[in-house]
């Protein structure tokens, strides 16, 4: 079993975790905060220095924000094509606990506003080479007793990571994720009394020289009521003895006093195993496993420290996503579009600056027979200016024609943008060649789009891990009461009949193991669209099999239900008018038959 680390020691590990984590960190927030500026444009785009030089000579710095479109397009085909998320039984897991993981998970979403947070997370890995979003349970004024899962999008200038893990989900070799932020003086002191003596004493200097950055006020005169803490969320590792039933695939950890006990079941289990001509039902697995802890910290202080704060979950809380992953080192889409969008503004700047000489070139005047040099200086470019001369007549000076180098150089510029980024015209919805079909266009639409698929596959792991995480967090903390399942879940007659057995493997993550497939959902916009041309074409190649409903019901026009409605009682009076009108021939049919039948009766 594992022993307690005293505190002395966890506090040297913790500066071990934030020294190494903190390497580089200062060239990161450099970096990510020169990707914000790009993508916001304005002056951002341009070096200081170079802006002093160019004002101090009065000549403009223009800026063609193409970098802005770019990022808008590729973040919102994200949101038009958000996945979904299902759990699926693996070994030892059933069917109905997954379907009912699966309800769970998408009202945790829900009540999250989870789909936003993962869309703000992977707009800041995009821009800054790294999105956050992290999950928790959280307990509010209204029930303080019974905690809710939250998905937060996490600031990623708060947090590292640890740089040395090889894989991009640090589940798999990462030791540490730190996370800074800014709290309240007063709530930290109520949070934790034991501390509050010392929180009182702690000034502003003895905090680490990294968490300046972004402080409440300033750095001479900082906020006295705000106060940087740190949460490191940090592995460490165990021997675990397990007691494995073969049948039902339960597993149970065994305390060391009760190793004696598990070795009488299994000596028991042996015996009758070769009496009966089996294979033992019970196995002893012996494992290095990982437990996950959390220290929080304010300056040189441990607040709080919390081993297994989610009880058997041994995830990171904290997950992160980077469109571009090679061996460990992340870029973002934007990182490769500043020095075209740089170029584009000083090529447009200085072709401004050109036109602006030029139009007033001046003129050559002859001294004593031309006009009155005064005169000609002050209103020589004004319209409709009337300007007297003696002799000679003054010459406009010829104006340098623009460098068409300049222009050329500029669209040079766009072109590289679009290239690099691999955002075409046609993904941008700008209109093709004349005559070019729609099936042209949207194959070349698709093809495109192939240029982002490393963005998306690593959004899709991310989605894969947080979906995971979601998932074990909802069995290990126990946040769902069975009302609740009933009320998310409880559509089905079969999920109602074995909700006690539901519960059961809910609550206990030793019993069956889930997985989570992630797929777009069927109703996004480009996927309900996509569908319903399908539906179209399969429709005019089988009119007869495809009725208009199912058309109507996968499309997205206007008052559907109302359309389908009318269907459905113009369908329902055609029906009644053709039973009307067969009634009718067999009343007729009947008068016809009556006189041979009293014929018949005669006779």
């Known amino acids: 079993m594992p022993i307690t680390m005293p505190q002395s020691t966890r506090m040297a590990k ?5 020294e190494e984590g903190f390497q580089g960190w200062e060239e990161y927030v450099m970096m990510a905060v020169k990707g914000y500026a790009f993508f916001k444009g304005g002056d951002g785009q341009w070096d200081a220095a170079d802006i002093i030089a160019l004002n101090a000579k009065g000549r403009p710095h223009l800026t063609i924000n193409m970098i802005l479109p770019t990022i808008s397009l590729i973040t919102g085909y994200e949101r038009q094509n958000r996945v979904d998320t299902k759990i699926y039984p693996k070994r030892g897991g059933n069917r109905l606990t997954a379907l009912v993981l699966t309800a769970l998970s998408k009202h945790t979403e829900d009540t999250s506003n989870g789909l936003y947070e993962r869309s703000m997370m992977f707009l800041d890995g995009i821009i800054a080479r790294k999105g956050w979003i992290g999950v928790d349970i959280v307990y509010d004024d209204s029930d303080p007793f019974n905690g809710e899962i939250q998905v937060v999008r996490k600031n990623p200038f708060d947090i590292t990571e640890d740089r040395n893990c090889p894989n991009y989900d640090l589940n798999k070799g990462g030791k540490y994720i730190i996370e800074s932020y800014w709290t309240d003086k007063e709530w930290a002191g109520f949070t934790y009394p034991k501390c509050k003596v010392e929180l009182d004493k702690m000034k502003y200097d003895d905090l680490d020289s990294r968490d300046v950055y972004n402080i409440p006020g300033d750095k001479h005169n900082p906020d006295k009521f705000k106060a940087r803490m740190r949460e490191t969320w940090w592995k ?8 494995c039933d073969e049948l039902s695939l339960e597993r149970k950890r065994v305390h060391k006093s009760k190793i004696p006990l598990m070795q009488r079941i299994l000596e028991v289990d042996r015996r009758q195993a070769e009496e009966e001509g089996r294979a033992p039902q019970y196995q002893v697995r012996e494992v290095v496993i990982p437990v996950l802890n959390v220290t929080t910290t304010m300056g040189q202080i441990e607040l709080e420290h919390v081993e297994r704060p989610f009880g058997e979950m041994s995830k990171f809380p904290l997950m992160r996503f980077t469109p571009y992953w090679i061996n460990g080192d992340m870029i973002s889409v934007v990182d490769n579009l500043i020095s075209p969008q740089q170029e584009k503004n000083k090529r447009r700047s200085q072709a401004l600056h050109l036109v602006n000489t030029s139009a007033n070139s001046g003129f050559f005047n002859q001294e004593g027979e031309g006009a009155d040099k005064d005169e000609l200086e002050m209103f020589g470019s004004k319209p409709g200016v009337v300007i007297t001369y003696k002799s000679k007549m003054p010459v406009k000076i010829e104006p340098t024609s623009l460098s068409s180098a300049h222009i050329t150089l500029e669209q040079l510029a766009s072109s590289d943008i679009k290239e690099i980024s691999s955002i075409g015209d046609n993904l941008r919805g700008l209109p093709g060649d004349k005559g070019e079909s729609g099936v042209l266009d949207r194959q070349r639409q698709t093809q495109g789009l192939v240029g982002t698929e490393m963005i998306f596959d690593n959004y ?20 769902f009461s069975t009302q609740e399942v009933l009320a998310i879940a409880g559509d089905e007659k079969e999920i109602d009949a074995n909700i006690d057995q539901i519960m059961e493997a809910l609550r206990s993550i030793k019993v069956g193991k889930y997985g989570c497939k992630v797929s777009k959902s069927p109703n996004n916009p480009t996927t309900r669209d996509a569908n319903t041309k399908m539906l179209l074409d399969l429709a005019k190649a089988f009119p007869e099999v495809i009725p208009p409903e199912i058309i109507i019901e996968s499309s997205d026009v206007p008052k559907r239900e109302q359309i389908l409605e009318s269907i459905k009682a113009a369908k329902e009076a055609q029906a009644q008018a053709q039973k009307q009108l067969m009634d009718l021939e067999v009343l007729k049919i009947q008068a016809k038959n009556q006189p041979q039948k009293r014929s018949l009766q005669k006779r």
């Open 460 to 479: 899709k792991l991310t989605h894969q891990i947080y979906a995971e995480t979601v998932c074990e967090l909802i069995r290990t903390g126990q946040t």
């Open 14 to 18: 913790m500066k071990e975790f934030w």
């Open 236 to 243: 460490s590792y165990e021997k675990a003895i397990y007691f």
